[in-house]
């Protein structure tokens, strides 16, 4: 520790141990902490306690009877458990201190117990201080176990799950000297401690109280997860019979947690490789559970690496049923997969979809996600029947919509309950995106278009589900099979994209501007993957999409105003954007996009549209765009001038990237020496440098550079000082050649303009400059120095342990005035 902080230490600690003083807040308590496990870790807790004796007085005077706030209460228990996770220093303060701090007679037995907090910073001390088997004797002598029993029902969920997880920390530690020396060890001879755990996880799965049973089985998901020695497998043996008899339950008990606890232990390496009957329990389980809750089981059964067929086909049948039972309902064939056939009959699925509006949808929901994420899996079931899924999902959304032929009951009961759902409709939507992925019968794909231009149609259909089907719609455009050497769209997805122009013309006049954003993000995406084939443009310019898209630059909501300046610039990049003739002015036209995008680059009042503009310039001038090709620097000059005065930072930011595309496409030509050459490009002449310069100077790239440089925004700082350290690099092997000086009077000048700006005076310009002036300037900054400065958080001063100590001090004036340099 620095002698500054030992000296403000013993003040502070009185602070702290005064009930009279105002409480520092959690957040320096917290930095505290952190310092002192800094110190800990680097050093011995016991030479610290003897060095600076006002800490272990802090921790005694916490336990005489005062009014002592709770949060410096838990505070100085979680202190005690960092100092004492140190073996000797844990024999120094065992004395007293540490029973007393976490024994009966400490907060335990006190008023300040009721405060959550102290209960948190009591296991939390514990924590810490168990990592040795002196602790693991203290822990059984001083009654700390039953302790932790209890806070597992605790009413703050955060103190009951760190109680549970304090339980598993001590019987990992208690094991973990017997774990490699005795691994076919007995559970009757295992540690004290050990033993007590145990003994209560039997005691609590044999409960008939389901918190107590839940209580059990989370502390065992967290053992099987994080512990993967020997001694689990003789756990698991020793309890799997305790678990299996919640299965004889009706309901089974806590499901949720046996899932999650079977699925663990399916994944320890240890226990699924063994014969202890796992693999029986899985399939147990899956038949014993509602249809609700053996979904995620089956998920996590079929997501296994190694798993018996049998098992896997199973799950695979219960994962499938309640879309089974849709087919079904609907008089449709499941088809030739064997899976979903069987998967038909379970009447506990069918009352499951029919008991209440919310249990269908809810079971719907959770069937579609978990297929879902199965789908993409290289371990998924094969075959995958994709042919029937494609049906279901397709079902699905027509009796959202009422358009489906319920063939029975059942199937009118399911229409009534899902007839608008959105829930389910977003749900099979998303699902038949991901169905995309393979392919399917044209009769069925036909029948996948037709719905998805139905819900597009549909005046009914939501903002959220309009944006799901436009993205389910590009997916399924995106997978049409291609003609052999071809990338344009095949000719039944043609006849698509015909039908969906006028849907897509109609929703970019949406009153709603969700919708008319998802439009456009649709337009966006159909642009950038067709708009250089020639069925695509031919069948995008005969419509109004474009004139539309253009008039949606003036569209009050800016997210559509910025997400129509992409589509634009997309469209302009492909052709695709012709200027029409002004009414007014025949033999003329209107004012082209470029001079559009200008205008709201300087007058848009919000931030996305002009942001949006600044990232289609930059792709223009990569792409050598005709509009900016035609005066590149004419462009650079507006811009930058316009970007240097934008309050949002993101656009100066993206004002940099332009700058930096434009100076590497003007050195690039400089810079041509072959890349293969075996000895170094010789230095250029100077005329060539300055040549290659003087366009830069010309549109003012370098005081934009300059003053982007001193920015109180710090990723715009950063951003320029790395253009012009890149800048430096490209000319450093010949800028030597030119005759500048570093003390002529232009140098003199910008660097006194540099300075005022870094004070925050950017007012005066830095006018013409020539390129010898630039390049002195260039390595006359510390731009290395500058960005190192720049990486740091703006309170790395601040975080100084020293500081800390100050500003704790200051705000109950132990300090006098201007001695902490508070933030």
């Known amino acids: 520790m620095d002698p500054e902080c030992s000296q403000l230490l013993p003040a502070l600690c009185a602070v702290l141990a005064d009930p009279r003083q105002p409480v520092a807040d959690d957040t320096c308590l917290e930095k505290l902490l952190d310092w002192f496990k800094t110190i800990t870790k680097a050093g011995s807790s016991l030479l610290l306690l003897q060095e600076n004796p006002c800490l272990v007085e802090l921790l005694c005077h916490v336990l005489k009877p005062q009014d002592l706030s709770s949060r410096v209460l838990s505070f100085s228990l979680r202190l ?50 168990a990592q040795h088997p002196s602790a693991l004797h203290f822990l059984a002598d001083c009654g700390a176990v039953d302790t932790i029993f209890s806070l597992q029902g605790d009413s703050s969920l955060f103190v009951a799950s760190a109680a549970g997880q304090l339980l598993v920390h001590i019987l990992g530690l208690s094991m973990q000297g017997l774990a490699e020396g005795h691994p076919s060890l007995q559970a009757g001879d295992w540690p ?105 089981l089956a998920l996590g059964i079929l997501k296994l690496q190694d798993c018996p067929q049998v098992l896997r086909a199973q799950a695979f049948v219960i994962l499938l049923q309640p879309l089974a039972c849709v087919l079904k309902a609907t008089g449709q ?39 879902e994420l199965l789908q993409p899996l290289p371990q998924r079931p094969c075959p995958w029947p994709q042919e029937p899924l494609l049906g279901a999902a397709v079902t699905l959304l027509q009796l959202c919509r009422g358009s489906a032929s319920p063939a029975s009951d059942v199937g009118r009961h399911l229409c009534a309950l899902l007839l608008g759902c959105v829930r389910v409709q977003r749900a099979a939507l998303d699902f038949l995106g991901t169905l995309s992925q393979e392919t399917g019968p044209q009769e069925l794909v036909t029948e996948v278009f037709a719905v998805l231009l139905e819900y597009l149609r549909s005046p009914d259909s939501s903002p959220t589900v309009l944006k799901k089907a436009f993205q389910a719609t590009f997916r399924w455009l995106l997978s049409s099979p291609k003609t052999p050497g071809c990338c344009d769209l095949e000719p039944h997805a043609l006849l698509v994209l015909r039908e969906l122009l006028p849907v897509l013309q109609k929703r970019l006049c949406s009153p709603c501007w969700e919708v008319r954003d998802s439009g456009l993000e649709f337009l966006t995406q159909m642009t950038r993957h067709w708009g250089g084939q020639a069925g695509f443009r031919h069948a995008l310019l005969a419509s109004e999409v474009p004139k539309l898209t253009e008039q949606l630059l003036r569209d009050p909501e800016s997210y559509v105003r910025a997400s129509a300046v992409t589509v634009m610039g997309q469209l302009s990049s492909q052709g695709l954007h012709v200027t029409p003739v002004s009414p007014e002015h025949p033999g003329g036209q209107q004012k082209s996009l470029l001079v559009e995008l200008l205008h709201i680059l300087s007058t848009d009042s919000e931030g996305f549209p002009r942001r949006a503009v600044m990232q289609v310039f930059t792709q223009w001038l990569r792409d050598h765009h005709a509009d900016v090709a035609g005066d590149t620097e004419q462009f650079m000059a507006r811009v930058l001038q316009v970007a240097s005065q934008d309050l949002d930072w993101e656009v100066r930011a993206q004002g940099l990237e332009l700058a930096l595309v434009f100076l590497e496409q003007t050195l690039g030509q400089f810079h041509s020496h072959c890349p293969y050459a075996v000895t170094p490009p010789v230095a250029a002449p100077a005329g060539p440098l300055a040549q290659a310069l003087q366009p830069l100077c010309r549109v003012r790239l370098f005081e934009f550079a300059f003053r982007a440089l001193f920015d109180c925004d710090r990723p715009v700082a950063q951003k320029s000082c790395d253009l012009l350290l890149f800048l430096r690099a490209k000319t450093a092997s010949s800028s030597g050649s030119l005759q500048e000086s570093r003390s002529g009077p232009d140098v003199a000048s910008v660097e006194a303009a540099l300075q005022r700006w870094q004070a925050g005076d950017q007012g005066q310009p830095l006018g013409d ?55």
Not at 363 to 370: E, K, Q, S
């Open 80 to 129: 005690a458990g960092v100092f004492a996770a140190q073996e000797d220093c844990f024999q120094y303060l065992q004395g007293e201190l540490l029973p007393r701090l976490f024994g009966e007679p400490g907060p335990l037995g006190g008023a300040a117990w009721t405060a959550p907090s102290v209960r948190s910073g009591w296991i939390q001390g514990l924590r810490s201080l």
């Open 769 to 823: 400059l020539e390129p010898e002036v630039v390049l002195a300037v260039l390595r006359s900054v510390d731009l290395e120095g500058l960005r190192g400065a720049l990486a740091e958080g703006s309170d790395h001063m601040e975080k100084s342990p020293q500081s800390l100590l100050q500003d704790m001090l200051a705000t109950v004036g132990v300090l006098g005035e201007n001695e902490a340099d508070c933030y």
């Open 192 to 296: 004290v401690c050990a033993q007590k755990i145990v003994g209560h996880i039997e005691e609590s799965l044999h409960s008939t109280a389901v918190p107590q049973i839940t209580q059990a089985l989370n502390v065992l998901t967290t053992t099987f997860g994080h512990c993967h020695d020997p001694w689990t497998q003789v756990l698991w043996v020793r309890l799997s019979p305790l678990v299996g008899s919640l299965l004889e339950k009706d309901p089974v008990p806590a499901a949720h947690s046996l899932v999650d606890l079977l699925l663990s232990v399916a994944r320890s390496p240890g226990l699924s490789s063994s014969s202890c009957g796992l693999w029986e329990t899985l399939a147990q389980t899956l038949n014993h559970l509602s249809p609700t809750q053996a979904g995620p």
């Open 333 to 371: 064939d499941p088809g030739p997969s064997d899976v979903l056939d069987s998967a038909t009959g379970d009447s506990l699925t069918v009352d499951a979809l029919l008991s209440s509006k919310a249990a269908c949808v809810g079971l719907l929901c959770r069937t579609l996600a978990h297929l």
